[in-house]
Structures are given as C-alpha cells and as structure tokens.
C-alpha cells in the first residue's frame, strides 16, 4: 500500500501537461481552466513541496469543525464571476450551509494538494471537483465513496455516456465515484470553405475521409491536421484507435496497428505534415483558422475560432465523426464531484451531490459556468436551439459510442511514454512492430 501511495503523490506531482487532453484551451464548456491543465512539468518539485501542506491549509481555510457550516467544498469554479449565484442557488435549493476553499489555480499545486487531502485522510474536506486524470489515479484506492446506491442510482446514472461512467469513474468493484460535471466531446471540426473548394459532400465514412484527404491537401495545405507534441497526441493516437474498432489498452489487437498504419500513411502521403509534432493546440489553432488544415479533432465550443471571425456553418464548425468501423465513437472528458470517504458529514454531501446530479442542479451549473450538461435528458430540455452546439452534441450523444479517454493510474508517465514512441514512429525512427511492442509494455507498466 505504501508503495502504491508514493507512485500515485510522485505521478500527480508530474501531472501538469497531461491534461492536454482535458479540453484544451478552447474548451468553453470547461470549467475556469478550460479543462486544462498547465502546459509543462516545471517546477513540480517545488508543488509537491508545497503539498505537504494540504491538509493543514485546508483545515485552516474550512471552518467547518465550529459546525457553523454543513460541508466543505474544495473546488475550481471559485473564481467565476456567477459562482457566488450559483452557490446560493446550490444553498437555497439543498438547505445546506456550505463552505468554500478555492482550489490553487496552478494544476500541479493543485493536484499535489488534493492528493494529499485524500491520502492523508484528511475529514476538513467532504466534496472536490477532480479531472479525469485524478480519477483514473484516484478511483481503486479507497479514498472515494461509491454512489451507487445513494447518488448515481440506476435511474440516474443511464441519462450520462455509459462508456464515459465506465471507463473514467467507475472502480474495480463497479461502484462509481463521481457526478460528472458537465459533457465536452473531442468534437471532428471542419473547414466548410475547404470541404466546398474540394468538392466533397460527405465525410460519414473512412472512404469518403480519404476522398477529402486527397481533394484537400496540397501547395501547403493539408487535408487533416493535429496537435501532436507528446503530451497531446494521446487523444489522437486513442481517437483513431477507437473509429478503427481497436482497443488503446491492448497493442495485440489487430485494428490497433490499422490505425496506426492509417496515421502513417497520411504523414508519408502529404494529408498531414510531420512538424506537427511540436503543436499544442494553441500552435494547430491558428494554423486551422488560417485555412491549413481541412478538419481536425479538438476539445470545446471553438472559441478560438470564433474569435478568429471563422467559427460558422459556411467556415470552421463541428461535424459528425466519421465511421471507420462498426460504430461511431468519441471522446467526451468532464470533471467530477466526489465525496471523500474521510468525510464526517457525509448525509450532507450526499444531499449536494444528489442535487449536482439532478436536472435542477445540472441547469444551474449550465447557467452558472457554461457547462454543457453531462446528462443528456437535461441538455435536451435546458440548452436553447440557437446553441450552436446542441445539434451535433445531441447527434454525439445520441449516435456515437461516447467513452472516457484510456489512462491509467500513472497516467502522466503513460501519456508522455507514448506520445515519445508514437513521435520516432511517424518519423520512421521505429517499426510498427516495435511500436505495438513498446506500447503494450507501457499499458503493464504503468497500469500500477
């Protein structure tokens, strides 16, 4: 067990630019850091350093032991302008006194502090808001108390994306831990003006996806374009492994390497260029809204493209995933509400939870932050047709196997591995043979 905890406290302390795939910085449906975390590992000595102090920050910021309030929440939204509505919406409807601490706005300092609140057993803390890397680290090692029965019942739990609940907040004995926040879909994005230039008026299958590919690329353009610095292409590398039917924690299966060949192929054709490999989404952006690239995968509403006078149905939007295989299949990543197991007031928070799962609750938090609602029964009724994203958010839902990205406890070693690998093997420094093999070593390696 001690062996483990440290794992865990030294993968979070490393955490910083995994969370390239948290939404990006575009992702307006996102909470405060767009879902994002911070976009190097730097100085991740100094936050562990300064996680030692969790505890004794949190227990002096609570308040809570003078009994003035019902539960303490740890959370990010603070710093929204609407919070303060939001949580007295929260109070009003739940009858509940609750006390706030702000959770650091540095993404390592913040998940060393977290992890040190839950392993060390702290009680000063009932709720916190965790991302999807936190619950891939956080979900099998009892610090966070399972819902079904009380919160994510059978009733509720089949509104959100099953495989999204299945794969992200689900632990090994089938308890979930976690009310998703909200839904922000790894959405296909388009360049109308390049689709109509091109001549193609279908993308639905890998057929037609290839058509474009060759009609769209060419003098400095590219049919397709990606954000593949190595801590960002883990979202790619799975996108394309999932449309194939593969599976990104098995290397044996065949329609793994049929993806991988498939990348390949678009680098050694021309479809998409190789330097590339340097980009993070705030580099492959602007190269989108300069007419670049053709069609991308990218997390949010597309601020930045919007911004950039290139967000529209006749310019930059969202588009349906393409059909590689049997299904259709996406990527959807939230933060979750989860109650800490050391909790001492814990038929409080039961009671907040409850209602950050329910429609009234969902509503408020859309209203509030701009969070797309992560059950799709509330989405349908709260978001406005005039939402430009509520059609292909609904046909996301509604027609796509929706999943949560693949990580593993060590999630940030993970990524960073094989993103390194995937980068030697579009530069043709590795065979297939000896990717798949390296990569199936990392899935055991770091799944501890």
């Known amino acids: 067990m001690k062996k483990k905890l440290v794992s865990i406290l030294l993968s979070a302390a490393l955490t910083g630019s995994l969370l390239a795939g948290c939404g990006g910085a575009d992702n307006t449906a996102a909470p ?3 879902g994002t975390e911070a976009q190097s590992d730097g100085g991740a000595a100094e936050d562990a350093a300064a996680g030692e102090g969790a505890a004794d920050d949190a227990a002096a910021e609570s308040g809570s032991k003078d009994g003035a309030y019902d539960l303490t929440l ?28 702000a959770a650091p706005t540095d993404s390592d300092t913040r998940q060393q502090k977290i992890t040190t609140i839950l392993s060390t ?13 936190m619950s891939a680290s956080f979900k099998n090692s009892g610090w966070l108390e399972g819902l079904n029965d009380t919160v994510m019942t059978e009733d509720i739990r089949g509104e959100f994306p099953q495989g999204y609940v299945a794969d992200m907040i689900t632990d090994k004995n089938g308890q979930i831990i976690g ?22 008026t279908s993308m639905d299958t890998k057929e ?6 060759e009609a769209a690329s060419g003098d400095g353009r590219y049919g397709y374009g990606g954000s593949w610095e190595k801590t960002y292409v883990f979202n790619e590398i799975a996108q394309f492994v999932n449309m194939f039917g593969g599976d990104y924690l098995d290397w044996t299966n065949p329609a793994n390497r049929e993806a991988m060949e498939f990348i390949h192929e678009m680098v050694e054709k021309g479809y998409t260029p190789i330097d590339q490999i340097a980009d993070k989404y705030e580099q492959m952006n602007p190269k989108f809204n300069d007419g670049k690239y053709g069609s ?9 493209y919007d911004k950039a006078g290139m967000l529209g149905a006749d310019k930059i939007h969202m588009a349906m995933v393409p059909q590689f295989s049997d299904q259709k299949y996406i990527f959807t990543d939230s933060w979750s509400y989860v109650l800490n197991t050391a909790s001492q007031n814990k038929e409080a928070a039961v009671k907040f939870l409850q209602y950050m799962a329910s429609e009234e609750g969902m509503k408020a938090s859309y209203e509030a932050f701009d969070r797309y609602p992560a059950r799709r029964d509330v989405a349908e009724k709260v978001v406005p047709d005039t939402d430009p994203a509520k059609e292909m958010y609904s046909r996301y839902a509604n027609e796509c196997v929706v ?25 043709d420094e590795m065979t297939l043979d000896e990717f798949c093999t390296k990569a199936q070593e990392y899935v055991e390696t770091y799944n501890q």
Not at 81 to 97: C, I, Q, S
Not at 208 to 213: A, S, T
């Open 32 to 34: 405060a850091e767009g």
């Open 74 to 101: 740890y959370t990010i939204n603070s710093t929204d302008e609407d919070f303060p509505d939001w949580l007295a919406n929260v109070e009003g409807a739940t009858g509940l006194k609750i006390n706030v601490i």
């Open 121 to 133: 057993g702290d009680a000063n803390v009932d709720i916190l808001e965790i991302n999807d890397e």
């Open 179 to 200: 009310v998703p926040g909200y839904s922000g879909y790894l959405a296909f994005w388009v360049n109308q003006q390049i689709l109509d230039e091109a001549g193609i």
């Open 208 to 213: 037609d996806f290839v058509k474009y590919l």
């Open 296 to 304: 991308l995968f990218m997390w949010g509403l597309g601020t930045d």
């Open 403 to 427: 999943k949560g990205r693949p990580m593993l406890p060590q999630t940030m070693e993970f990524i960073s591995a094989m993103g390194t690998i995937f980068q030697s093997y579009v530069k």
